[in-house]
């Protein structure tokens, strides 16, 4: 019985450890994804900032051209 228990301990204790490196390894990759998720947020905001200021000078120059005709 005792050798069943030593066992079944050392089992428990390698599933142990091989769980904990597999819950170390999903939150690494999880930061990965959200420092991947944050650049590509950052650089659709940049579009949409220049295709703001596009748009705002585009009006400039038709108001330009309306005002001196």
């Known amino acids: 019985m005792e050798t069943v228990l030593v066992?079944?301990?050392?089992?428990?204790?390698?599933?142990?450890?091989d769980l904990g490196t597999q819950i170390k390894n999903?939150?690494?990759?999880?930061?990965r994804t959200?420092?991947?998720?944050?650049?590509?947020e950052g650089a659709l905001e940049?579009?949409?900032i220049i295709k703001?200021?596009?748009?705002?000078?585009?009006?400039?120059?038709v108001e330009e051209i309306i005002g001196s005709s």
Do not use: P, Y
């Open 7 to 17: 066992e079944l301990e050392k089992q428990l204790i390698d599933q142990r450890m």
């Open 34 to 40: 959200k420092e991947g998720f944050l650049k590509v």
């Open 46 to 48: 940049l579009i949409n």
């Open 52 to 61: 703001t200021k596009l748009a705002e000078k585009k009006d400039e120059v």
């Open 26 to 31: 999903s939150e690494e990759a999880l930061i």
